[in-house]
């Protein structure tokens, strides 16, 4: 991935990000502080393992724009409305989404050269948060110890 550099920022985008939501399998519903962000993000992000239709129907109903992909846990209906990988340009900050990115030895080195031109990658199935510049992330997380989400806003620079 390449870094970000000399593009201004025009307008702030509040981005909500989750993944690995397992429903009904290891969480009965999404947690109500997370569902009341919905209607605040201008962006929201899955990264995968929804495992029922119903989340993905909630979040399409609830959110102003979608960006998801599937997981490893999902089923051909999953599948059939769901992309393994999905591409946003927002203001010019390029975003990649997909759910497994392999093991943790490695990683950056093999997302850096898989994903080049992505300035943000959001990703899921490992339970764990990882990132090298934003607050942690993850939802309905079973080695977390509790669920998390992250909703943040992108400032002017």
């Given at each position: 991935?390449?870094?970000v550099?000399g593009r201004?920022?025009?307008?702030?985008?509040?981005?909500?990000?989750?993944?690995d939501?397992?429903?009904?399998k290891?969480?009965?519903?999404?947690?109500a502080?997370?569902l009341?962000?919905?209607?605040?993000?201008?962006?929201?992000?899955?990264?995968?393992?929804?495992v029922?239709?119903?989340?993905l129907?909630?979040?399409?109903?609830?959110s102003?724009r979608?960006?998801?992909?599937?997981?490893?846990?999902?089923g051909?209906?999953?599948r059939?409305?769901l992309?393994e990988i999905a591409?946003?340009d927002?203001d010019?900050l390029r975003?990649?989404?997909i759910?497994?990115t392999g093991?943790?030895?490695?990683r950056?080195?093999?997302?850096a050269?898989?994903?080049p031109d992505t300035d943000?990658?959001?990703?899921g199935?490992?339970h764990?948060?990882?990132?090298?510049?934003?607050p942690?992330?993850?939802a309905?997380?079973?080695?977390?110890p509790?669920?998390?989400?992250?909703a943040?806003?992108t400032?002017?620079?």
């Amino acid at each position: 991935m390449r870094p970000v550099t000399g593009r201004p920022r025009l307008t702030a985008v509040r981005l909500l990000l989750m993944s690995d939501t397992h429903l009904p399998k290891r969480a009965r519903e999404l947690p109500a502080p997370l569902l009341a962000e919905l209607p605040r993000a201008d962006v929201v992000f899955h990264a995968g393992d929804w495992v029922d239709t119903a989340t993905l129907d909630l979040l399409e109903s609830r959110s102003r724009r979608l960006v998801a992909v599937y997981g490893n846990n999902d089923g051909p209906q999953l599948r059939t409305r769901l992309p393994e990988i999905a591409y946003v340009d927002l203001d010019g900050l390029r975003f990649a989404v997909i759910h497994e990115t392999g093991p943790a030895q490695g990683r950056e080195t093999r997302c850096a050269a898989r994903f080049p031109d992505t300035d943000v990658l959001v990703f899921g199935h490992s339970h764990i948060p990882w990132d090298t510049i934003a607050p942690p992330a993850c939802a309905c997380s079973i080695r977390a110890p509790r669920p998390t989400a992250a909703a943040s806003p992108t400032a002017p620079t």
